[in-house]
């Protein structure tokens, strides 16, 4: 048996149609990999909490519930784990994103992120990206 590894991502979207992506930090799993921001939802935690915990953490914004809108998911195996995330999109947020972990951030066209190497559990929420945004 696998184990299953729940995790929440979010594609903020700035007033030009780009997309927020992050750098995984050195040290961290995949480092070096762009990935849409998120994290690991805790138990007892819903995706929406999960999101605005690891906004406000790690990239010193805000998000409220009603701006986040569900997207897709991606639910993909790894060798020692299986995950399952759900791609929110957000348009609106209280802050300037800054990477607090020493993370690069990078706003990008959604027609571009596929020039940036990702984990293979976040390169199929590419295309849905693609279609809302053009």
Known sequence: MTDML???ACALIDPDNRVLIAQRPEGKAMAGLWEFPGGKIEPGETPEDCLIREFREELEIELKKP???PLTFASHGYDDFHILMPLYVCRRWWGTAR???????????ANRLRTYE??????PLISHLVDLLG
Request: aromatic residues 4%; charged residues 15%; neutral net charge.
């Open 67 to 69: 701006c986040l809108a």
């Open 118 to 123: 990702m984990p293979a559990a976040d390169a």
């Open 99 to 109: 990477g607090v972990e020493g993370q690069a951030l990078k706003w990008v066209r």
């Open 6 to 8: 729940l995790v929440a």
